[in-house]
């Protein structure tokens, strides 16, 4: 109970710090795309780290997509090693935000503080988490510096298109192995008192219909790959949607309509291309030879992913069936599998403990409908043991006006220096 005392009092007395530091994070527009100023973030970070003691790597991520001489995908690694062998707990942050859109009644890249907010994109979405990290990880080297084990402390890029040239990366080169790394805490905005324990998976195809292109007065001498696509999207209309929210999981998914699986249909084309604007001629009439929609199926945990395949070609033959000269293709395009940490695996239980002691309340769990980095620490990694926890409000990330509040961030700063010293200390210290 002292120790917890001192680190919540360690805590408190950064504020200032606290503030400073997501300001001047925010201050660097690390626009993805295109990837903007992203060594120049590391560098910063790599800068005040080092000055505490961490042992810090930039890695560029070669090869990765998206990474060039222009637009090169900079990470930076840091570890502090403790006074004693034990487990490191890893904080990753991504680094990268997306862009500011309209609406704004603030600069997005000011870092204002107002009554107790500090706004800007990437304030919760999550900058201000990566800050809370930060200040927690000093207030506990300083409260406990005889601790065992290793701190790491991780600001990556590319989370917002995948994070192929951050955390995938990095996972690829043994950065996220179990031998190296046993605990990890990716502090997204979830609110401070939630633990988020994994994510649904995610397919997306391109469904393709076939025809024949014929003028279009005489339409019945072609084949209109755009009227068969429009049975396809009935027979999802008729058959699939309905059977998709039938299907419900025992992940605790927010926003509850996410506990059913789902489909988007992200974007539907056929016929001639559509002309840049301003362009003043009048279309030709052709029949379409071709259609194509991109699909977004989120899957549970539960559901197989060959079987959330073979859903959708048994509704491509249901409709062949029955449709004369009817012929398609699928093509995939993306897939990432769900993933849920175990309600009693040691991060869990650790986070849950501490919010209780700061907070006074019990944890609530979560799961994510989309996914995140953990997708990569996962299946890369090998890793288990990784949950989503941070400050800030899902709802606010990527829309105007984002703003962190400082007293959030106060207080998941507290959970995760108590998480640190339950994982990091208890350990080397018998009870008396
Ligand atoms: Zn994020």
Redesign the pocket.
């Known amino acids: 109970m002292e120790t917890d005392a001192r680190l919540m009092h360690a805590v408190m007395a950064r504020e200032s710090d606290l503030v400073a530091l997501t300001q001047n994070l925010i201050r660097i527009p690390t626009l993805n795309p295109p990837g903007l100023h992203y060594r120049e973030i590391c560098e910063m970070l790599a800068g005040r780290l080092e000055a505490r003691g961490f042992e810090v790597a930039l890695i560029r991520a070669h090869g990765a997509p998206a990474d060039s001489e222009a637009y090169p995908r900079w990470n930076m690694v840091a570890r502090r090693a403790g006074a004693h062998p034990g487990e490191c707990v890893h904080f990753n ?2 680094h990268d935000v997306v862009e500011p859109g309209h609406g704004w009644t603030v600069d997005p890249f000011g870092g204002d503080l107002r009554d107790g907010r500090i706004y800007g994109r990437g304030a919760c ?2 900058k201000g ?1 990566l800050a809370a990290s930060i200040i927690a990880a000093e207030a506990f080297l300083e409260t406990c510096p005889d601790f065992a084990g290793a701190i790491e402390i991780s600001a990556t890029a590319d ?2 298109s995948g994070g192929y040239g951050g955390v995938a990366y990095l996972a690829e080169r043994g950065y996220f192995s179990p031998d190296r790394v046993q605990h990890v805490i990716i502090p ?2 979830l609110n401070k008192d939630r633990i988020c324990l994994g994510h649904r998976g995610v397919w997306w195809a391109e469904i393709e219909t076939h025809g024949r292109i014929a003028h279009g007065s005489m339409p019945f001498l072609g084949d209109c790959a755009v009227r068969h696509m429009g049975a396809v999207i009935a027979e999802m209309e008729d058959t699939l949607f309905p059977l998709l929210a039938s299907k419900r999981t025992a992940m605790p998914v927010v926003p509850e309509g996410a506990r059913s699986s789902t489909l988007n249909i992200n974007a539907i084309h056929g016929g001639e291309p559509v002309q840049p604007e301003g362009y003043t001629g009048l279309p030709a009439p052709c029949v379409p030879d071709r259609c194509r929609i991109t699909i977004d199926r989120r899957f549970l945990i539960e559901e197989d992913p060959a079987a959330v395949k073979a859903e959708i070609t048994a509704l491509m033959e249901r409709v062949r069936a029955r449709r004369p000269g009817f012929s398609y293709e699928i093509r995939e395009l993306f897939e990432v599998q769900p993933t849920m940490t175990d309600r009693d695996a040691p991060i869990v239980t650790s986070v849950a403990s501490a919010i209780e002691r700061v907070l006074a309340r019990q944890a609530d769990y979560v799961v994510s409908p989309g996914t ?2 953990q997708k990569h620490i996962d299946r890369i990694g090998r890793l288990k043991n990784c949950i989503a926890y941070g400050p800030g409000i899902l709802d606010l ?1 990527h829309q105007p006006d984002e703003w962190v509040g400082v007293h959030d961030m106060l207080d998941s700063a507290k959970v995760m220096a108590l998480t640190l010293g339950e994982l990091l200390l208890a350990k080397q210290q018998p009870e008396a």
């Open positions: 942050s991504h979405d999550m988490g989370e917002e997204e905005p995140y980095d990330a």
